[in-house]
C-alpha cells in the first residue's frame, strides 16, 4: 500500500465528537473528504488521544464532570471511540488507530516530575481502554465494525523503575520530549 498523508494536527480524541465546533475536527473531515475522492484509498491511520492525556484529562477544569481520572479515560475513549466509527461510515474507510506513546524520559530537575508521573499513569489507562473497548467489539451492532487498534505501544517502551508506569518512551522514537518520531510508522 502506498501511505499519503493528510495530517489533521493538534488533533485531540475529543475533537472527533460530531458535537465540536473547533478547527481540528473542521480539519479533520477536511482531510476526510479529500481522501475520500481517492478510490483507491479505504484505510487511515489516525492519532489522536496524546493531547486529552497531555493537557485535558484529570485537569482542574475537568472537576465536578467525573468521578476520578480513570472515570475521565474510560467516557473520553468511549466517545472517541464511537465518534471515529461514525467517521468510519460517513467515510466508508477503515480507521487505524495509533496507541499514546508512553512519554519521554525527562530528569526531575526543574520539578514537573510529579505532573509527568500522572500523565505516564493516564496514558497506560488510555490505552488499556482502547484495547479493551475494541476487544469487546460487538459486530452484530456494528459496534466499533470498521475501527482497530494497531497495538504496538509496548514495543515502544524502555524499563524505567523511577517512572510510576515502570517504563518511558524508548530514546529511539523521542523526537522532542512531547512528540514520537516517524520510526513509530
Request: one cysteine or more.
Amino acid at each position: 500500500r502506498t501511505a499519503v498523508p493528510f495530517p489533521a494536527t493538534g488533533m485531540k480524541a475529543w475533537h472527533v465528537r460530531p458535537s465540536t465546533r473547533f478547527f481540528t475536527h473542521y480539519n479533520l473531515h477536511a482531510c476526510l473528504r479529500r481522501l475520500s475522492s481517492s478510490s483507491l484509498s479505504r484505510s487511515i491511520i489516525l492519532s489522536a488521544g496524546e493531547i486529552d492525556c497531555r493537557e485535558g484529562i484529570g485537569g482542574s477544569l475537568l472537576q465536578g464532570y467525573y468521578r476520578d481520572c480513570a472515570d475521565a479515560v474510560e467516557r473520553t475513549v468511549v466517545e472517541y471511540l464511537s465518534s471515529l466509527n461514525t467517521v468510519a461510515e460517513e467515510y466508508r474507510v477503515q480507521i487505524l488507530v495509533m496507541p499514546v506513546a508512553p512519554h519521554a524520559y525527562r530528569s526531575e530537575k526543574n520539578g514537573k516530575s510529579v505532573g509527568r508521573a500522572r500523565r505516564r499513569e493516564t496514558m497506560r489507562s488510555w490505552n488499556d481502554t482502547l484495547r479493551r473497548e475494541l476487544a469487546w467489539r460487538n459486530p452484530l451492532r456494528n459496534e466499533y465494525a470498521l475501527v482497530f487498534l494497531l497495538d504496538y505501544e509496548e514495543k515502544l517502551r524502555q524499563a524505567d523503575e523511577d517512572s510510576p508506569v515502570g517504563y518511558v518512551l524508548h530514546p529511539s522514537y523521542n523526537a522532542d520530549y512531547t512528540h514520537v518520531n516517524s520510526a513509530v510508522l
